[in-house]
């Protein structure tokens, strides 16, 4: 398996990929709307035998009354379903935060499975007194910060990008 950016060749490839790990096309439109207007992008696919298989996408959230802080929101993953639980998903998360790192990145949320995601450092967000703009419970809604201290008397709603209200 090889986890490497997305280039424009692999469109059509991560729309399918999208398409096949959930029940509707919502978040494969929603990739190919944020790929148009949300920047910075982290776009990630996994290519086993030369297809991909898998696809992660981080985009900027804000928070509220918080613009000095860069934070991504993770979402959405998807890996085709012959090839879950291989520890694919799991690859693109960890490149995934390693490139948020890098970036500049301070912190990344995720409204995501509360079994799946701890494992990677991620913790409900409400411990930093940062919500959801969706109402959602709490322990689905999580934070991973990536720069020590940066969420340090910080609070306040994360809003993300107008393309997720379809989803």
């Known amino acids: 398996m090889r986890i490497r950016p997305e280039d424009p060749n692999d469109l059509a490839a991560v729309h399918a990929v999208n398409e096949a790990a959930f029940e509707t096309s919502a978040e494969a439109d929603l990739v190919d709307a944020l790929r148009g207007k949300a920047q910075p992008l982290i776009s ?16 900027p959230v804000k928070l509220a009354d918080q ?3 860069m934070l991504m929101g993770l979402g959405p993953m998807a890996v085709i379903p012959q090839h879950q639980r291989q520890g694919i998903g799991s690859a693109l998360v960890r490149e995934g ?5 890098e970036s500049g990145c301070e912190a990344v949320v995720v409204l995501g499975h509360p079994a ?4 990677f450092g991620f913790v409900p967000a409400s411990r930093y007194g940062v919500s ?3 109402d959602v419970p709490d322990d689905v809604f999580m934070i991973m910060e990536l720069q020590p201290g940066s969420l340090r008397g910080v609070s306040g709603k994360v809003s993300y990008d107008e393309a997720f209200s379809g989803v």
């Open 44 to 59: 990630l696919v996994a290519e086993v035998a030369g297809s991909i298989v898998g696809h992660i996408l981080f985009s």
């Open 67 to 69: 613009s000095g802080h």
């Open 97 to 101: 935060l390693k490139r948020c790192t």
């Open 116 to 119: 799946y995601y701890p494992r």
């Open 132 to 134: 959801s703009e969706y």
